[in-house]
């Protein structure tokens, strides 16, 4: 996943270019149990998620009154939670949906606030995911 940090001051568009990556474990609480076909579930996690920058900061900085961007990688504590459902199509064979959000704290070590302003919010990044699964019994 790319994640572009940016500032845009009127008329002013400048980023950088990096990736992130999640390391989470969750918890799926199933609203059915194995016998039904469709099975509803919400999902509850944490862990830790990293903004890699992947390019250099940006000269001259576009608004340094307000907050600089400064390539530095940072790893935040992380969040998410969703839902999804399974459908078994067979004994063995099962598809599955579901879509999570994953919750961040604002990264001030790369979008830096200038001296006497202030950083905070949270970032989301919402995920949608699909899958396969074949069982061997």
């Known amino acids: 996943m790319t994640v572009i940090p940016f500032s845009r001051p009127p008329g002013v568009k400048v ?6 990556q999640a390391l989470t474990g969750e918890a799926v609480f199933p609203f059915k149990n194995r016998e039904h076909r469709w099975r509803p579930y919400v999902i509850a996690g944490a862990g830790a998620k990293g903004y890699t920058v992947a390019g250099p900061e940006p000269f001259p900085q576009p608004i340094p009154q307000i907050a600089t961007l400064a390539a530095n990688d940072v790893w935040r504590v992380a969040f998410n939670a969703g839902g999804g459902v399974k459908l078994r199509v067979r004994d063995h064979l099962q598809f599955r949906g579901e879509f999570l959000d994953y919750l961040t704290t604002f990264p001030r070590t790369q979008i830096v606030p200038a001296p006497h302003n202030t950083a ?11 899958g396969v699964s074949y069982t061997f019994r």
């Open 120 to 130: 905070r919010g949270i970032f989301q990044q919402f995920t949608p995911l699909f």
């Open 15 to 20: 980023d950088m270019q990096g990736q992130s």
